[in-house]
């Protein structure tokens, strides 16, 4: 994008007009040279909220002496506050043409392109402005935001406490901060900064309302569930929110990161209060670490209809699940067409247009209805069934030359009966496609999050009777409690 900019003829003539306007101007232009008397008159009009009248004044004094960088940054600096974003950075990276050593000129390129989705080059601009000026705390902040939209959160935590001692006082640096921190496990320091951001904004219920779920979970872990309940009403106040989904909330994370003994306290408060919660049952189980083979289906119904409407932004933006596409590539890779695709546990279709492209028809199984629906908008299914994957796999009379079961796996603990089932139902030569997440303790567990974990071993061996290994990759399968969850993207052959 291009700067116009007016003929000097035409400044001389604008010139005469402003002094005859601003005795102010006139004045200036008796001890400056004209384009600095101009710079001076246009951030005085800037200042008063004349932005588009400053944009001329600077543009005029850029005719005047066009290598002068500080009159490029003024301007993009004019054009940024009216929303001429484009030219604005075009400006601003000629203004650092001729002087890359402004600090705050990266600073404004990387403003320009945080907003405009460009998050790799705004990185790299931070960075800049960083090395440039160590202490900027407003380059600190904007970086500390970045990585917390990327989900970065550790080096979030550094940038905006950086921000901090560098003299950043805004709500929103205490507010991502807090969040940032929260969202690492980090709860007594989350509840030190949230703090700061209330005392700031005591009528912001927002604020309010997250400290006071922080005030539960950090009460739980040394005292009981009833007295952290207590706690959470009586901090919230007014904003308080319904305690049904302020306390799952705080035993999810209570569980995710670690904290054990007080999940089980605030689980068995829920459980009390709704004992005909399968999801709760099922979950409080796990972490009291009960014999389970495999996840029950009234939890997997509950758990997939609950989650439904938000599964794939979740799954997919939050948790960074790729199996459906590192699955797909592994399998496209073989160069085969099946013939006929059984999707398992196909919940919203996430896999469905990478296998679409593969073979010739592909059905799906699911037990939860209002996934099955995300999953028969999608149109690239040739049939949906509603029902649960061991019992289809017994009843069903089709047999099948690709089985795909992205994450199925995961809700299974003792695999012999399912395995069993799948070679039952596949042609010789078929492939089967899934995932699991591993471990090195024992065949099986049951993990915190409701999900097995799987040794490698045993899963070799089980399947050693009826298939053979085609493909075995070790891989990230998603994150928990934002922390990575190692599994493995396995491929058998069907003997």
Partial sequence: MQIELPAAQSVDHALAGWRALSPSLDDMLVRHPPHQALRQFGLT??????AEAAIGIFKSAIAL????????SDLAG???TLGRTGEARTAQHLALERDPT???GWLMMATLDSGAGDLKSAESFYLTALRLDPNLADASFGLGVLYFQQRRFDEA???????????GKGLGLFVCLGQALFLTGDFSGAIAVLTIAARSAPGDGKIAEKLARLRLIEAVIHGSAEEAIAVYRQAAGPHADDIDGVTATAFHFLSGF?????????GRARLERKPDDPMQAYLLAALEKAPLARAPDDYLAAYFDNFADGFESKLVDVLNYRVPEELAAIL???GRNFENMLDLGCGTGLSAPLLRPLGAKLTGVDLSPRMLAKAAARGLYDRLIEQEVGGFLCETQETYDLIVAADLLVYFGDLQFLFASLAKVMRAGGLLAFNVETTNEADFLVLPSGRFAHARDYIERLAGADFT?????????RLEANSPVAGLLVVFGRR
């Fill in 332 to 334: 496209a890779h073989a």
């Fill in 258 to 266: 670690g904290h054990r003994e007080a999940a089980i306290k605030l």
């Fill in 65 to 72: 002496a066009p290598h002068e960088a500080a009159l490029w």
């Fill in 157 to 167: 935590i550094a940038q905006l406490r950086k921000a901090m001692d560098g003299g």
């Fill in 102 to 104: 402004q600090a705050q």
């Fill in 45 to 50: 009009l800037w200042a008063k909220g004349e």
């Fill in 78 to 80: 004019a054009l940024y």
């Fill in 469 to 477: 290994l085609v493909e075995l990759r070790e891989t990230t399968i």
